[in-house]
């Protein structure tokens, strides 16, 4: 069996641990949300890859879902002690190495796809039956609108990444917008891992900035839509609010709703001109159900937190279930 997964990085490494829990024999391919990347320092950083890759790899910091675990931070240290801004993004000296090898490679022509596999040789030894990609080989960011008194426009646009770990996602999001994605491509692998998957699966990562990003690299959204597998979706928002993160922040921007029904109906049904077969909310929000039945999107509720591979497994074959029988 083959399964595809769109997602991006901490919510989505931690449903793909129950993809591989729930379906230890199949093989899967993880389309990675790259509108993160950023470069900083001359290095290129993909943090949701990386979050991906170390957390599949058993290597990720537990406590805070991102990075290497037993990291250090004394380049960072030292960076800071020059005064080389930016200081308010974490560069720890294990994950250092890399954004070294990432940066080295894609100086040298390599495109992102074969520096991600090139990478995930040393972290996936599974690789036959765990397959990384990101998004595009393209160059795409996500920036935020935000507003500033002080510019001729009374705005200004800054990376999502200023948005979130600087600013802590406190100024109101006026627009969200992905510079380059209109002329980005699937990266090779992506369309094909779409179109030859007996099941796809979008994690309940953020819909704005993780799930909206790879949805909107022209061609990946008609792939989803003509693909001959069942679609099934799973909400990472629970009572009207993220588990974890600030989709909240963001959901507005866009003009949608800060709960799983409002996010559910924003990706559609297939056929309807979305790509869902199934939308999956949490029990919490089972009084959702009659308006996106209403709406003609089949869903259904049960337990959507991940606390571990095994209960996230769980919930992904029973949405898988509702979708195929
Ligand atoms: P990021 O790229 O690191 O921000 O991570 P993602 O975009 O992949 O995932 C963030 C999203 O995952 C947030 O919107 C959370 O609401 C969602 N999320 C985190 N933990 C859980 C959980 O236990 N259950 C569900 N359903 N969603 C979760
Ligand atoms: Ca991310």
């Known amino acids: 069996?083959?399964?595809?997964?769109?997602?991006?990085?901490?919510?989505?490494?931690?449903?793909?641990?129950?993809?591989?829990?729930a379906y230890p024999a199949a093989r899967i391919t993880v389309i990675v949300n790259?509108?993160?990347?950023?470069?900083?320092?001359?290095?290129?950083?993909?943090?949701?890859?990386?979050?991906?890759?170390?957390?599949?790899?058993?290597?990720?910091?537990?406590?805070?879902?991102?990075?290497?675990?037993?990291?250090?931070?004394?380049?960072s240290g030292e960076l800071a002690a020059y005064g080389v801004e930016p200081t308010w993004f974490g560069l720890g000296d294990l994950d250092l190495a890399t954004h070294l090898v990432r940066t080295q490679m894609l100086d040298a022509g390599y495109p992102l796809s074969a520096v991600t596999q090139a990478l995930c040789t040393r972290w996936l030894t599974d690789s036959d039956q765990l397959q990384l990609l990101p998004m595009s080989d393209d160059r795409v960011e996500t920036h935020v609108v935000i507003d500033d008194p002080a510019a001729p426009?009374?705005?200004?646009?800054?990376?999502?990444?200023?948005?979130?770990?600087?600013?802590?996602?406190?100024?109101?999001?006026?627009?969200?917008?992905?510079?380059?994605?209109?002329?980005?491509?699937?990266?090779?692998?992506?369309?094909?891992?779409?179109?030859?998957?007996?099941?796809i699966l979008i994690a309940p990562s953020n819909p704005v900035v993780s799930i909206g990003p790879v949805l909107a690299v022209p061609g990946i959204r008609a792939a989803i839509t003509g693909?001959?597998?069942?679609v099934i979706g799973f909400a990472g928002i629970i009572g009207g609010a993220p588990v974890l993160g600030m989709a909240h922040r963001l959901l507005p921007a866009i003009g949608v709703g800060v709960d799983a029904a409002s996010v559910g109906l924003h990706y559609g049904a297939r056929g309807n001109g979305?790509?869902?077969?199934a939308w999956v909310v949490d029990d919490t929000d089972a009084g959702l159900l009659p308006r996106l039945d209403a709406s003609g999107l089949t869903a259904v509720s049960t337990d959507l937190i991940m606390r571990d591979p095994s209960a996230t497994g769980r919930f992904i074959q029973y949405g898988v279930k509702l979708a195929t029988e």
């Open 153 to 199: 426009s009374g705005l200004r646009a800054v990376h999502f990444q200023e948005y979130w770990v600087k600013l802590h996602a406190g100024p109101e999001a006026r627009q969200v917008l992905q510079v380059g994605i209109d002329h980005s491509r699937p990266a090779p692998g992506v369309t094909d891992a779409i179109t030859g998957a007996d099941l």
């Open 34 to 75: 790259t509108a993160d990347d950023i470069l900083l320092h001359g290095l290129h950083i993909s943090p949701d890859l990386d979050t991906m890759m170390y957390s599949l790899g058993g290597a990720i910091d537990p406590e805070r879902g991102w990075g290497r675990a037993e990291e250090t931070w004394r380049v």
């Open 274 to 277: 979305g790509v869902l077969d």
């Open 1 to 21: 069996m083959q399964i595809a997964v769109l997602a991006g990085g901490v919510g989505g490494s931690r449903f793909v641990r129950g993809v591989r829990h």
């Open 227 to 230: 693909a001959r597998a069942p």
